[in-house]
């Protein structure tokens, strides 16, 4: 069903750019919300953007607004996320996650979620 690969994970220096992409296959990308969460070692999960279906609408934790950039492309059927000024706690594994709130599928929430990519911010 739902498959998501990310990728654009990297070494970086503390204040250094970065953008991630999801490519997204085996379904209807354009009908489903999508979101961004990063999980670092010993830590829960922790939600930090997503981008609604249609009318795009956008979100951030405060830790990265002004910084962070979500977007989609729905005709390549990819989410991105734009990554500046990065500190070295934004280390983290990245991944995107799907979810279906325009058909039977809404109430399975944020189920589909990719496989990670690795963002380390060092010097």
């Known amino acids: 069903e739902v498959l998501l690969v990310e990728s654009g994970g990297g070494l970086v220096q503390p204040g250094g750019s970065l953008r991630l992409s999801c490519k997204a296959s085996?379904?209807?990308?354009?009908?489903?919300?999508m979101s961004w969460v990063r999980q670092a070692p010993g830590k829960r999960p922790e939600f930090i953007s997503s981008i609604l279906a249609l009318v795009g609408t956008t979100n951030y934790i405060d830790s990265v607004k002004g910084r962070f950039t979500i977007s989609r492309d729905n005709g390549a059927n990819t989410l991105y996320l734009q990554m500046n000024s990065l500190r070295p706690e934004d280390t983290a594994v990245y991944y995107c996650?799907?979810?279906?709130?325009?058909?039977?599928?809404?109430?399975?929430?944020?189920?589909?979620w990719g496989q990670g990519t690795q963002v380390t911010v060092s010097s």
């Open positions: 085996r379904f209807t990308f354009p009908s489903y919300d």
């Open positions: 996650a799907a979810r279906n709130c325009m058909g039977p599928g809404c109430y399975l929430g944020y189920k589909f």
